[in-house]
């Protein structure tokens, strides 16, 4: 599983014998740099796979030339090839005829450009496509494409279930791993363009000089693959490694201090990204201990980065015990009068739920809410919710539901939010929270990497079906043969609504085990700060179950555009999968399916177990097709994973049934 979805395996031999010709050579563009450089790498590695011969590189025109063109070259207009609307990362594909012969041109205004259309044209070829009228233009939306790692300096890896951290801090900055290398390619592949190295608890050591060589050495390493480094900031830094008493962010010697940090970094790294910032969350230092906001905050930073064009991304997940009333509703209370008052290179980044990560929750209220403000869509990309690596939940369909919802706000979708549709040039962005780790497999399980791709995609084009991504995402990682994909783009469809139909169905949320999350725990409700309880978050008891958060309970919905508040505000007109995140519902009140809540609840988690099986079963479809090693371990993964929804669903169910003390509907499967 090391290769990812870059395996670039042997295409059938009728399909390699129609592309050995359309693919002979590669003609770079004069004057080439590094970017354009590892892109014919790329190309050469991944026809000799495929095709079984690696184009040669040329300066002449020959048939069959892949014709990397940037902006400016006079043959562009011969192969009928339009850059504009591009920008500076979209490339355009397109067979044509330069000089009467036959060649693919890559086109593009940057290297950059150029290297995503190569790793376009090599995921076009791994799907078993002809490219004989190759026509394809690509550009993503988003400018911020950014991978969160929450890896901490001691190698641990926070909420990661791949192994420990890929930085090894020890041996940099001497000793440059390889497999850097193969992680810049896969996250170029797909249109990652930056990665934010450490922990969002962060450790101020990071910015020392001794770290800080360390840190040089990755982005020498990642700047030919056009990714950018970022790290998290700790807020006391300037007291932890700095010697001054204080962090407070009016302070002008804290002010000089995160200016000459600056300068420190970008003296090392010239295109260093920018600060990722968690700030008075969850025992995290911030400007609110000293009574300042986080636009202060955040803007204190901000201008110890602009000199250098540097960007702050600070986080909105926020929440504090002292108003744990609700906590869905703190981020857009802290946040939301904040609109308008960030610098321009400051983007707030805010996780797509107001609670966090679970397996189902309704759109962030701050989406489309401050129109002044860029926002910059967070997703959590590790399983820390959704089984850790064993279970398999493609994350492609949450990624996609979240980003299709519509904010109800002018502004429109949550995609066309974080998009900046409408508002110029300013900054846009995502974020996914890594699961990468120094596993051979990358993320803990072959299924799991799907995820990465998903992010990434998605990320550079929210508009991707999440099927279609599943899909090739399948041809590239086991085998583009139709019955190969049709099983896996399957299991890949139904994974996800399997994991919540078995851990928390409609709209129930945050009922794992403390601490680690794995488990079920909805029992558990003595944890010292209130909204840590499943019970907090369910209020099951003998009447009914719910979260009610309409105007007769925390009045969450308030936080919504009116029409959405509206819809989310009545039972009536809450869809049932986000039903108990809203309501307080009698256990004999009718689900639109026409059931009663109780047996609507026992019936989804016998799905979520029924479902499970049938992945199992789709999954033995395709060992023709996969190697011995990933099959046997993806259906041993599966095992447990059929374990442990009945687990979910048995130690639910006989919770629940102990506070409603209601009989198991006939029907119901007994537990086993
Ligand atoms: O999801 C929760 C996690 C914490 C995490 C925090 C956050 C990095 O349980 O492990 O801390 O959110 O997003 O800051």
Do not use: C
């Not at 489309?368 to 869509?377: F, K, R, S």
């Amino acid at each position: 599983g090391f290769r990812l979805w870059l395996r670039y395996a042997p295409l059938a031999e009728a399909e390699a014998a129609a592309i050995r010709p359309a693919l002979t050579a590669i003609m770079l563009p004069p004057e080439p740099g590094p970017v354009a450089a590892v892109a014919a790498a790329e190309l050469e590695r991944g026809l000799a796979g495929m095709v079984g011969r690696a184009p040669i590189r040329t300066t002449r025109l020959q048939a069959g030339t892949i014709l990397m063109l940037r902006e400016g070259d006079p043959r562009l207009r011969e192969a009928g090839v339009d850059l504009r609307g591009l920008g500076d990362e979209g490339f355009v594909l397109r067979s044509a005829s330069v000089g009467s012969v036959p060649v693919t041109v890559i086109g593009a205004r940057t290297e950059q450009g150029l290297l995503y259309g190569s790793f376009g044209l090599l995921r076009h070829l791994g799907q078993g496509r002809a490219i004989d009228v190759l026509d394809l233009r690509s550009a993503p939306k988003v400018r911020l494409r950014v991978l969160n790692h929450w890896d901490n300096l001691d190698g641990h890896v926070e909420r990661g279930y791949a192994g420990d951290s890929l930085w090894d801090w020890w041996l940099l900055p001497d000793w440059r791993d390889p497999r850097l290398t193969d992680y810049a390619r896969a996250n170029a592949s797909i249109g990652i363009n930056g990665t934010v190295l450490n922990n969002v608890n962060a450790s101020a050591e990071i910015l020392t000089p001794r770290y800080l060589e360390k840190v040089a050495a990755i982005a020498d390493m990642l700047r030919p693959y056009g990714i950018k480094v970022y790290l998290s900031a700790r807020f006391s830094a300037p007291i932890e490694i700095g010697g001054l008493q204080s962090a407070d962010p009016v302070d002008p010697a804290v002010g000089r201090w995160w200016a000459q940090t600056a300068n420190r970094i970008y003296a090392r790294i010239p295109d260093f990204g920018g600060f990722l910032v968690k700030a008075n969350s969850e025992g995290q230092p911030g400007p609110g201990d000293y009574g300042r906001s986080h636009a202060e905050g955040a803007n204190m930073l901000a201008r110890a980065l602009a000199p250098h064009g540097g960007v702050v991304m600070w986080r909105a997940f926020v929440y504090s015990e002292t108003d744990a009333a609700d906590r869905a509703k703190q981020a857009y209370a802290e946040f939301q009068p904040l609109d308008g008052r960030f610098d321009d290179n400051v983007i707030v980044q805010v996780k797509n739920g107001a609670i966090d990560f679970q397996p189902r929750e309704p759109f962030h209220p701050l989406f489309g809410a401050m129109p002044q403000t860029p926002l910059m869509l967070e997703l959590q990309i590790t399983k820390e919710y959704l089984g850790f690596a064993t279970h398999i939940a493609y994350l492609g369909t949450l990624f996609e539901e979240v980003l299709d919802t519509d904010t109800g706000h002018p502004a429109g979708t949550v995609a066309d939010v974080v998009a900046g549709s409408g508002q110029g040039d300013r900054l846009t962005g995502i974020a996914g929270v890594a699961n990468i780790g120094d596993d051979r497999d990358w993320s803990g399980s072959t299924f799991n990497q799907a995820n990465w791709y998903a992010f990434g995609r998605l990320a550079w084009d929210a508009a991707l079906p999440a099927d279609e991504i599943a899909r090739e995402w399948a041809a590239q990682t086991f085998s583009p043969r139709a019955e190969a994909i049709a099983p896996v783009t399957d299991i890949l469809m139904m994974s996800r609504e399997a994991v919540v139909d078995y851990m928390t169905p409609l709209g129930l949320a945050h009922l794992m085990a403390t601490d680690h999350h794995y488990g079920p725990g909805p029992w558990v409700g003595d944890l010292a700060r209130p909204e840590w309880n499943p019970t907090y978050y369910h209020r099951a008891d003998r009447e009914g179950i719910g979260f009610d958060r309409s105007v007769t309970g925390s009045n969450a919905v308030s936080q919504y555009a009116p029409a959405v508040a509206r819809r989310f505000g009545d039972p009536a007109t809450t869809p049932d999968n986000l039903l108990l995140w809203f309501h307080h519902l009698p256990w004999d009140h009718r689900l639109s399916t026409g059931e009663t809540l109780w047996a609507g609840l026992i019936a989804r988690y016998d799905r979520g177990v029924a479902r499970v099986a049938e992945m199992d079963r789709l999954w033995s479809r395709t060992r023709p097709f996969v190697d011995a090693e990933r099959h046997a371990k993806t259906a041993t993964f599966l095992d447990i994973q059929a374990n442990e929804a009945r687990w979910w669903r048995d130690a639910s169910v006989a919770y629940f049934q102990s506070v409603s003390e209601l009989p198991l509907p006939p029907g119901a499967a007994p537990p086993a």
